[in-house]
């Protein structure tokens, strides 16, 4: 029953801003952190955030600190990753994953960011 559902990705120029969302479904926001990942073919996936809803408290990777901003709406159970000051070493899949159960994980949404 529970659900992650990532969308808007795509392609952007460097420097450029992409906001990503993570629609849930099947637990409620106050009750499991949220945490983004992302990945690049042949590389270990690596945590670049984290959301707890409850209080409120975020969680950032060194590699997108100051650019990146976790935040959510818990009315439409959507967790969001704005990206600012886009790099080309941003581009990889993103992820969000729900500390419910074992972890529950999207489907992943791609991010390319191209001169």
């Known amino acids: 029953e529970v659900f992650l559902a990532e969308s808007g990705g795509g392609l952007v120029q460097v420097g450029g801003a992409l906001r990503l969302s993570c629609a849930t479904s099947g637990f409620t926001l106050d009750d499991y952190s949220v945490a983004w990942f992302r990945q690049v073919p042949g590389k270990a996936s690596e945590a670049i955030s984290c959301i707890s809803s409850s209080d409120g408290s975020t969680w950032y990777a060194d590699s997108v600190k100051g650019r990146f901003t976790v935040s959510d709406d818990n009315a439409e159970n959507t967790v969001y990753l704005q990206m600012n000051s886009l790099k080309p070493e941003d581009t990889a899949i993103y992820y969000c994953?729900?500390?419910?159960?074992?972890?529950?994980w999207g489907q992943g949404t791609l991010v390319t960011v191209s001169s």
């Open positions: 994953k729900a500390d419910v159960a074992a972890g529950v």
